[in-house]
């Protein structure tokens, strides 16, 4: 079974639809959303939209649930674009969700608000924390929010993140994590490659240029310009 999973869409068309292109090569059997359909860019009806309609598993993240929920006043911009059905639907995405493939327990998030973002080089006491809930221990973790994919393991198993779509930090491309194996719990060999696709950044960026009503216009300018975090 191949199973994408991927996240922090971020309102970015042009990413989104580079890494559309690359699932029609690959052709999963599943698309998995882990959270960040909206916000930051400036297409966030296109890219929420491309999430209810490519993906069977959808979790939340802290931007749909802020936008979703109204929680900022600044968010009006994104408001006015998605309308009361796209923030409804945001605002109630499950927070995190199970998966048993190839005889290890994964457990998947987007970050934030089920728990502290986690970056690629915190230490293994903060990242240890994701392996164990009131729900039991987990063989694995996969998650997102801070936009910068890697595999790795820890004492306690494999922590992974999808790296974002529409918002890379560090390698300014669209990041996607293709997980390949058998469901259930019978040990069986799994593979983890992560998508590293190139998209037309400079026209990701004249979409935000011409609106000027783009809020953080030239901080989502420059982190998806340079990889670099603006804000």
Not at 33 to 54: I, M, Q, Y
Request: aromatic fraction near 10%; proline fraction near 5%; charge should be negative.
């Amino acid at each position: 079974m191949k199973i994408v999973m991927l996240a922090d869409l971020h309102g970015n068309l042009p990413a989104t639809l580079a890494m559309d292109a690359m699932l029609q090569q690959v052709q999963p059997d599943e698309v998995w959303f882990l959270g960040d359909a909206v916000g930051k860019g400036p297409s966030n009806a296109e890219t929420c939209d491309w999430v209810r309609s490519h993906c069977t598993l959808c979790l939340g993240g802290n931007w749909d649930y802020g936008i979703g929920g109204k929680e900022f006043a600044e968010d009006g911009y994104f408001w006015a674009q998605l309308g009361p059905e796209r923030m409804d639907w945001l605002k109630n995405l499950p927070r995190e969700a199970e998966v048993t493939l190839g005889g290890i327990r994964f457990r998947l998030f987007h970050g934030r608000p089920v728990t502290p973002l986690m970056r690629v080089n915190d230490d293994k006491e903060l990242l240890g924390q994701a392996f164990h809930t009131g729900k039991g221990d987990f063989g694995g973790v996969i998650f997102a929010d801070s936009h910068r994919p890697f595999v790795r393991s820890l004492q306690d198993g494999y922590i992974i993140n999808t790296g974002s779509v529409g918002n890379s930090l560090g390698v300014n491309r669209a990041h996607a994590l293709l997980v390949e194996g058998e469901k259930g719990d019978t040990p069986a060999p799994l593979m983890f490659t992560i998508l590293s696709v190139p998209y037309d950044n400079q026209a990701a960026a004249d979409i935000a240029r011409q609106d000027e009503h783009l809020p953080h216009r030239d901080a989502y300018i420059n982190e998806i310009i340079t990889g670099k975090y603006s804000r």
